[in-house]
């Protein structure tokens, strides 16, 4: 610009009598290196159109000649007066001086052939932070856009903190004046109103020599009322920094609520409402629930007393740069998490693979014989190898579980990674309990305490609910707890606990209800409470509880013990020839106290004799197994001249038989004879038990190893190891081997014969849902045909009284250490 054509330029500004602040802008313009020529502007800028206007100045798109660029160009709208030239030369000056990423760059300054002043600066092409704040709030899921906009939001905090690192105030901070470049980035724009914080206070065109910082009127506010610090409305007041820190937290307002924090229809409404107290707080007018910290973030930056208000730009980038780090560690921990639980879910369904794999190996064992050629049992292996790889998978998955909920816990406290970490342990908790390893027991429950996040509440109270109900109704309930002493389960104290139907919460562990009713027979009932869970007994195929049947008074005999139906853990895959341990509904029955002894074989024996069945009687004797020179078995007893038998006084091996000795040396057949003959004796329809029901009789319905407990002490039943010389016992002695139904000699003395055929990989059958589906009859075989036998015996080891053992014989097999028990259908 020559200086001719400023002359004229300062003529048409500044008027006839310019002042002396004027003189000296005009000076100052004289001399700036920004002064591009108005022939030079033309030049180097094409004018491609208008981009939009404010109150006082407008936006042009140019195209830059020299450079082959896009730029806009801002002007005065009219002939500048002298105080808008200098306001518009100083945000032209001071925003060129802010090099930041969020900060639009001027690149010219110069003068139109008009006169009027203008700068260039880079096109910014995006919405404003007004259009995405409405935006947001239409979308119904502010949860989830929030932490972008406040990404940005925190560009624009961290840009106003630099212009006040560069002494440079904004002063009209609002979410029209922040926009979202094309890049993604946020940009704070329209330094207009800026000014240098140093700067004197008289704005009005007299004193000070800064014209660039002098921006106001006399008497005039400054600012947007609905994002305006409450001190700008004193027009004496002096800006500082704190008047953008407050804007800062009305954005964040407006960001958070969805609406300024003032927002009266007019401006004399909102000047009226800043004035009288602060706005309510963001949690109480947002649609959606506010972080507290972002609130606290926003109420400190918005502080009335600008003493109170955060202290500056910086340290509400900070907070909130905080604020954003810990929800990037929170996404990254849940994400982990949700990892974790996809990892757990996959070990939970490749447990049930291998389960199923498990159970079809042994149905198809069942129907492979021993001595089955390779060729039938490969594919047995190959279910049982599949199962294995299933399970090696499943503990691989259960094992990344762990490792990603604990990756998760690094990154944050996530409540799910934690809930992984505790069903993982609750996991390992079960199986170290299903194998009766206390040790881990403790070490899996710590973790399910640590880790829980309420799903095991009430494991962790160690208790479980008991609902019950029996027929007839009303029946009284008591209740005592099996605890430990001396290595036995043993019923403590009993409480009531009222009449049935009954609902109630106890400690969780092994208890034993007794029941009991006018004109009933009383029944004990053991349940097993498991912690968390709730004892609800419904047969399989039921809608509701199945009631516990008391047999009416009378209908039961003294030496008869009630089992009721109900569920009960069976199965112990480390016992010779052991079942899977599942869940099992076994229906009632009822079993003799004690195995048959001598004395009652012996009047079945003699009855035959009685009734004209001498040969029959004679079939049916005791007798040991033929040897090679035997093409019979031998019998043990033998007639007197009546005809009748009597116990021997010495057998073979030079014992008294002793009546009370469980009878010994009878088969399969002779067994059922006598249940046979005592059914019709009796009118009780007696037969054998099945190896479930004998099982049932003898743990109850926890899974203990032996009729007691799970400790093996030799004293406690009849074995080898029970006494110096290993021998019958009579079925009144060992009185600790007794089971919680009051079954005795379960785990010594002699193996009872069942009415299952061998099938030691499969077992009975049971249905889907649990049920034992408990057959009609015996089923049909021949003298090979062998059959299961439960039970200990006295010549053999304590391992041999486990519960879960299963052996078998052919129905012919005589022993002296086999004999049997009495069982029938039903409580009544």
């Not at 954005?251 to 009266?264: E, F, K, W």
């Not at 002490?713 to 919680?740: G, K």
């Not at 049971?766 to 057959?775: C, I, M, N, Y």
Request: include cysteine; hydrophobic fraction near 40%; proline fraction near 8%.
């Amino acid at each position: 610009m020559n200086r001719e054509m400023l002359l004229r330029t300062l003529e048409s500004v500044l008027g006839d009598t310019p002042s002396a602040a004027q003189l000296s802008e005009a000076a100052r313009l004289l001399q700036s290196p920004l002064a591009l020529s108005a022939a030079a502007s033309d030049e180097r800028y094409e004018d491609r159109g208008p981009l939009g206007a404010g109150g006082m100045g407008e936006l042009r798109l140019v195209w830059d000649r020299r450079l082959g660029r896009t730029l806009v160009r801002k002007t005065l709208k009219t002939s500048p007066h002298p105080v808008a030239m200098a306001r518009f030369r100083a945000e032209a000056e001071l925003t060129a001086r802010l090099e930041h990423p969020a900060i639009v760059p001027v690149h010219d300054f110069g003068f139109l052939p008009d006169g009027r002043p203008f700068f260039v600066m880079q096109r910014i092409q995006g919405p404003t932070f007004a259009e995405e704040i409405a935006r947001l709030h239409a979308s119904g899921d502010v949860g989830a856009g929030l932490p972008r906009l406040l990404r940005l939001f925190h560009q624009a905090c961290d840009a106003v903190a630099f212009a006040h690192g560069r002494g440079v105030l904004h002063r009209d901070l609002k979410p029209s004046n922040l926009m979202v470049g094309a890049d993604g980035q946020a940009r704070v724009v329209d330094w207009g109103l800026a000014r240098l914080a140093n700067a004197a206070q008289d704005e009005a065109g007299a004193g000070g020599s800064d014209g660039g910082a002098r921006l106001t009127r006399a008497g005039r506010v400054v600012g947007t009322p609905a994002y305006m610090a409450p001190e700008q409305l004193d027009v004496a007041f002096r800006p500082s920094p704190g008047v953008d820190v407050y804007g800062l937290g009305a954005v964040l307002y407006t960001i958070l609520c969805g609406q300024a924090p003032y927002d009266a229809a007019t401006v004399a409404g909102t000047l009226a409402a800043l004035r009288s107290g602060p706005p309510p707080a963001p949690s109480t007018r947002a649609r959606c629930a506010v972080p507290a910290a972002l609130e606290a973030i926003c109420l400190g930056a918005m502080a009335r007393d600008p003493v109170q208000r955060t202290s500056d730009a910086r340290s509400v980038a900070d907070a909130l740069a905080s604020w954003l780090a810990e929800l990037e560690r929170s996404a990254q921990a849940r994400a982990l998490a949700d990892e974790a639980q996809a990892a757990k879910d996959r070990a939970e369904r490749l447990r049930a693979q291998a389960r199923s794999r498990r159970a079809s190996a042994r149905e198809q064992s069942a129907t492979v014989p021993t001595w089955a050629p390779l060729d039938q049992k490969r594919p047995v292996w190959r279910l049982e190898d599949e199962a294995a790889e299933l399970e090696v998978e499943a503990d691989d998955a259960e094992t990344r579980a762990g490792q990603l909920a604990r990756a998760a816990l690094l990154r944050g406290d996530v409540d799910e990674a934690h809930q992984v970490l505790a069903d993982v342990a609750h996991t390992r908790f079960s199986e170290a309990q299903s194998r009766g390893d206390p040790r881990e027991m403790r070490r899996w429950e710590e973790e399910v305490k640590e880790h829980d996040r309420g799903r095991y509440s009430a494991w962790r109270r160690d208790t479980g609910g008991l609902r019950l109900d029996a027929v007839p109704s009303g029946v009284g309930v008591r209740a005592r707890r099996l605890e430990p002493l001396d290595r036995r389960l043993v019923a403590g104290e009993a409480r009531a606990l009222g009449q049935t139907p009954l609902e109630v919460e106890l400690p969780a562990g092994s208890w034993v209800l007794e029941l009991s009713a006018p004109g009933r027979h009383p029944v004990r009932y053991p349940v097993q409470l498991e912690r968390g869970g709730v004892w609800a007994p419904i047969r399989p195929g039921d809608a509701t509880l199945t009631p516990v049947v008391l047999p009416l008074e009378g209908a039961v005999a003294e030496g008869d013990c009630v089992v009721p139906g109900g569920w009960a853990w069976l199965g112990a895959p480390t016992d010779r020839f052991g079942l899977p341990r599942r869940r099992i509904w076994v229906d009632a029955f009822r079993m003799r106290r004690f195995p048959v002894t001598n004395a009652e074989y012996l009047c079945f024996i003699n009855d035959l004799v009685a009734r004209g069945q001498p040969a029959r009687a004679a079939a049916h004797l005791p007798a040991q197994a033929p040897t090679e020179r035997e093409a019979a078995p031998v019998p043990l007893w033998h007639p007197g001249p009546d005809g009748r038998y009597a116990l021997p006084e010495a057998d073979p091996q030079g014992d008294r038989w002793d009546p009370d000795w469980p009878v010994t040396s009878v088969c399969w057949h002779d067994a059922r004879a006598f249940a046979a003959w005592e059914a019709a004796r009796t009118g009780v329809p007696w037969r054998l038990p099945w190896e479930f029901e004998w099982e049932k009789a003898a743990r109850g319905v926890d899974g203990r190893a032996y009729p007691w407990g799970d400790h093996d002490e030799p004293t406690w039943f009849c074995n080898r190891a029970a006494r110096p010389t290993p021998m019958l016992a009579r079925v009144q002695d060992f009185p600790a081997d007794e089971s919680v139904y009051g079954v005795r000699g379960l785990a010594g003395n002699v193996r009872d014969w069942c009415l299952d055929e061998r099938s030691y990989h499969v077992g009975p059958p049971v249905s889907e849902a649990g049920l034992f589906l408990r057959p009609a009859e015996a089923p049909p075989g021949d003298e090979e045909t062998w059959q299961l036998t439960r039970g200990g015996i006295w010549s053999g080891g304590q391992n041999y009284g486990r519960a879960g053992n299963r052996l078998s014989a052919p129905r012919g097999f005589r022993a002296s250490v086999i004999g049997f028990r009495l069982a029938c259908d039903g409580p009544a």
